[in-house]
């Protein structure tokens, strides 16, 4: 999270950045249906030495009406 849209380093799986404990990235995986529309969920994550630790908060119930 920082000043510009995207800035490095990316979190893909085409990319060759190293991700440092005590950074903070978003993880932002979108479904997208042709004629429907879509939806991204938009995590913040800090990385740790072991992983990360999620500090998004938000419920991600299906909820169908």
């Given at each position: 999270?920082?000043l510009?849209?995207?800035e490095?380093?990316?979190v893909?799986?085409?990319?060759?950045?190293?991700?440092?404990?005590?950074?903070?990235?978003t993880?932002?995986?979108?479904?997208?249906?042709?004629?429907?529309?879509?939806?991204?969920?938009?995590d913040?994550?800090?990385?740790?030495?072991?992983?990360?630790r999620?500090?998004?908060?938000?419920?991600k119930d299906?909820i169908?009406?």
């Amino acid at each position: 999270m920082g000043l510009d849209i995207h800035e490095a380093p990316a979190v893909a799986a085409t990319s060759t950045d190293t991700l440092e404990a005590r950074a903070v990235v978003t993880v932002e995986p979108g479904v997208y249906l042709p004629e429907h529309g879509g939806v991204r969920i938009e995590d913040s994550v800090v990385v740790t030495d072991g992983g990360c630790r999620l500090i998004t908060t938000s419920p991600k119930d299906l909820i169908v009406t």
